[in-house]
């Protein structure tokens, strides 16, 4: 296992769509721990490969509170929306950066796991926010981009100043 590096808004890499997973094989298997092991290292509820600059459909998510309840979600598609939520987000690729969103309330998504195998599942709550987040970003969108253009400029500005000082 390993720690991958996390890239940061507004590295234009972010902004990648990416590819679907053809195989479910040893590459994905192990790309999946590495994800997991940086998401609760970082720590984060979620990560998407797109932030490991990886352009394959690949999450992974523990939203709770033990952190013992991985969900990984190859090839996620959310087949079902209603209803609306509004949640303070943040994201391991905008650090120190946090807003609300509207997103759907509930959804249905199905996806393969880890084996390759299928499955669907209801969310609502924060699991629907952040399948949401995530799956954004798979297509290449980052929570800013919810926000007002003045808000990303904002935003923009001060994680390129807070990289200059760190570089
Ligand atoms: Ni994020």
Redesign the pocket.
């Known amino acids: 296992m390993a720690l991958l590096p996390i890239i940061h808004y507004p590295d234009p890499r972010l902004h990648t769509k990416a590819k679907p997973v053809a195989k479910v094989d040893q590459r994905i298997q192990q790309l999946v721990e590495n994800m997991a092991e940086t998401m609760y290292a970082a720590p ?1 509820i ?3 490969a797109t ?1 490991v600059d990886v352009h394959e459909r690949v999450i992974t998510i523990d939203v709770s509170e033990e952190k013992n309840t991985l969900l990984v979600l190859i090839n996620p598609e959310i087949t079902a929306r209603s209803g609306e939520q509004e949640c303070e ?6 650090p120190g950066i946090f807003d609300v969103v509207k997103r759907s309330a509930q959804i249905t998504v199905t996806a393969l796991n880890q084996r390759g195998e299928r499955f669907e599942f209801d969310a609502d709550g924060i699991l629907a926010v952040c399948v949401q ?2 799956v ?2 798979l297509d290449g969108r ?2 800013v981009e919810y926000l007002s253009l003045l808000k990303q400029n904002r935003i923009k500005t001060k994680l390129v100043k807070r990289a200059r000082v760190t570089a």
């Open positions: 984060g979620g990560l998407a932030q987000e943040g994201c391991l690729s905008v987040h995530e954004d970003h980052v929570f």
